[in-house]
């Protein structure tokens, strides 16, 4: 799907949002940790001090003595663990992560926390897997559900992406930018009525964005829905008259309603605007044969094939007709042959029909 709109890549890297975020829920824990456990309260309020100074080296030598003298203290390691991840450390922060939640697997937050340690030693599966447990817990964070989208982009788990791409679209998060990412998420798995849905609930709600019409258009012509395609490139074209794409995509749905006269019409104009496009030469020697004109339509795909058409086997396609039915047999079957090597199958019928190959 071709689209006007902005659309940022996905940047899979450490967020510094995201350590902030962990760094104050960690803060929310601590009074727990220092009540509910064994260590000593002084000493873990010093542990939390140092975090709150940025002086994570030092609070990492504090807290390594607590967590050796309670080893099964998981909410102590779980902050160990918390400390290394703003150290950087990710792969021993994963051992006491795992150790932590291993001892205590309702610590909500340390899943959290292992997403992050799992994510950055390139653990992906298992890193899924945490922020998915995480969003058990927490169903509505919204930090959470942007760390679960972009890792499931990253890993191409499309199933993952869309189901959150839908939740930031319920809920107006992401505009336009996220809009055009779901619609291309679900054209990668193929989900054009998905697409549609999605569409047509953007239109619907009276959006001002001629856009929209123009992406729809391109949905209901891979649908096979040609004249809905139709009047949506009538819509959009109001505003953009000259879109050379829309043209294209106007003159296909008229190709495929067999409306063979509008059809030349349109080739013409977009011809006329890009006259060095080997794609629209060739989509023009096509109407040239359904209307018998051979030896024009030859002459067309040669200009097709001199300026590289996009679809050379179509393109070879076409001139081995025109040729045949100019008395051509050798030169028809040569480039029957090439259309074949190019990848157009239906080549090999007129192989097998007309050339006994």
């Known amino acids: 799907m071709k689209t006007n709109l902005p659309m940022n890549s996905t940047v899979f890297k450490i967020n510094k949002t995201v350590y902030q975020r962990l760094f104050f829920v960690l803060l929310g824990c601590l009074s727990t940790i220092v009540c509910a456990q064994q260590v000593p309260a002084k000493r873990f309020k010093r542990v939390i001090e140092l975090m709150d100074?940025?002086?994570?080296?030092?609070?990492?030598?504090?807290?390594?003595?607590?967590?050796?003298?309670?080893?099964?203290?998981?909410?102590?390691?779980?902050?160990?663990?918390?400390?290394?991840?703003?150290?950087?450390?990710?792969?021993?922060?994963?051992?006491?992560?795992?150790?932590?939640?291993?001892?205590?697997?309702?610590?909500?937050?340390?899943?959290?926390?292992?997403?992050?340690?799992?994510?950055?030693?390139?653990?992906?599966?298992?890193?899924?897997?945490?922020?998915?447990?995480?969003l058990q817990f927490h169903p509505a964070d919204t930090t959470s559900h942007w760390a679960r989208y972009n890792l499931a982009i990253y890993m191409k788990e499309n199933d993952d992406a869309i189901a959150d791409g839908q939740w930031f679209i319920d809920r107006k998060i992401g505009g336009d930018s996220m809009i055009l990412k779901q619609l291309k998420l679900l054209e990668e798995d193929s989900r054009y009525r998905d697409q549609l849905k999605l569409l047509n609930k953007v239109i619907g709600s009276k959006t001002s964005n001629p856009w929209w019409y123009y992406h729809r258009a391109f949905v209901n012509h891979t649908l096979a829905e040609y004249q809905n395609s139709l009047d949506d490139l009538e819509k959009f074209m109001v505003s953009e008259p000259k879109y050379i794409p829309a043209m294209k995509l106007r003159f296909d749905n008229h190709f495929y309603l067999?409306?063979?006269?509008?059809?030349?019409?349109?080739?013409?104009?977009?011809?006329?605007?890009?006259?060095?496009?080997?794609?629209?030469?060739?989509?023009?020697?096509?109407?040239?044969?359904?209307?018998?004109?051979w030896a024009k339509a030859e002459s067309v795909f040669d200009q097709a094939i001199r300026l590289k058409s996009d679809n050379l086997g179509y393109v070879y396609l076409g001139r081995a007709i025109a040729k045949f039915n100019q008395g051509d047999k050798d030169l028809a079957c040569s480039d029957w042959e090439r259309s074949l090597l190019l990848g157009e199958s239906v080549a090999r019928k007129y192989l097998t029909q007309y050339c006994g190959k």
């Open 53 to 134: 100074q940025d002086k994570f080296s030092d609070a990492r030598v504090l807290a390594e003595e607590l967590c050796s003298e309670f080893p099964e203290d998981a909410k102590c390691l779980y902050t160990l663990g918390n400390i290394q991840i703003q150290l950087r450390d990710f792969g021993t922060a994963l051992v006491n992560l795992n150790k932590s939640i291993s001892l205590d697997p309702s610590l909500k937050e340390a899943y959290f926390s292992r997403y992050i340690a799992n994510k950055e030693t390139r653990n992906f599966q298992f890193a899924l897997a945490d922020i998915n447990r995480y």
């Open 258 to 293: 067999r409306n063979l006269p509008i059809c030349e019409k349109y080739i013409i104009e977009l011809i006329d605007l890009e006259p060095n496009n080997g794609s629209f030469k060739g989509d023009y020697g096509h109407i040239l044969l359904q209307k018998g004109d």
